[in-house]
């Protein structure tokens, strides 16, 4: 008896693989089906980021809100406060080198990551591997500045989050101290 449920089971997996391998067959055979389903797609993935960036633009309110701070938003979804500002530093740009003293956290205060624990951060600009938004957002910072960064999950760690303490889709705050 267990025999035959596993033949079944295996011949149904076995006939359903090679039914989805087809092709759609459309009318006339050019592939149009295939072109309009192609687009369609696209068109759910466009609007479901569309919803995913209006999500996080709206959490990063309600944390500018709650905290009763007023950030700078960028054109590229980074948000900044500046809370102690630089007397005299350089503006950071591209290819600088910059020492960063940091404390990660989730929108719901959760510590993530600091330099107590990790240590500083030193990198050039725009040239290393760390989050994007830490490159975007540092260029609108003084070296000396301290200062909050809202960071959209795009720019941070993504889809996938970190796969450790960031979950996935995610925006962060950087609480940074450039020098």
């Known amino acids: 008896m267990p025999k035959r449920l596993s033949f079944g089971f295996f011949s149904t997996i076995f006939l359903i693989s090679l ?5 759609p067959k459309t009318d006339e055979g050019d592939g149009k089906a295939t072109q309009g389903n192609s687009t369609k797609i696209k068109d759910q993935f466009v609007t479901a980021n569309r919803l995913l960036l209006q999500k996080e633009s709206d959490e990063m309110d309600a944390y500018e809100r ?18 102690k500002p630089s007397a005299q530093g350089d503006s950071i740009r591209k ?6 003293r940091y404390k990660v956290f989730l929108l719901n205060g959760n510590l993530c990551y600091s330099s107590e624990e990790d240590g500083v951060k030193q990198f050039l600009v725009e040239q290393e591997q760390i989050e994007s938004g830490i490159h975007v957002g540092l260029q609108y910072l003084k070296k000396g500045d301290k200062a909050l960064l809202l960071i959209p999950s795009h720019l941070a760690h993504g889809l996938l989050g970190d796969l450790k303490k960031i979950p996935p889709q995610m925006p962060i705050v950087y609480d940074v101290e450039v020098y």
Do not use: A
Request: charged fraction near 10%.
């Open 19 to 23: 039914l989805s391998c087809q092709q």
């Open 66 to 83: 709650s905290h009763h701070l007023k950030f700078v938003k960028t054109n590229s979804g980074i948000r900044y406060y500046v809370y």
């Open 95 to 100: 290819g600088m080198q910059i020492n960063l």
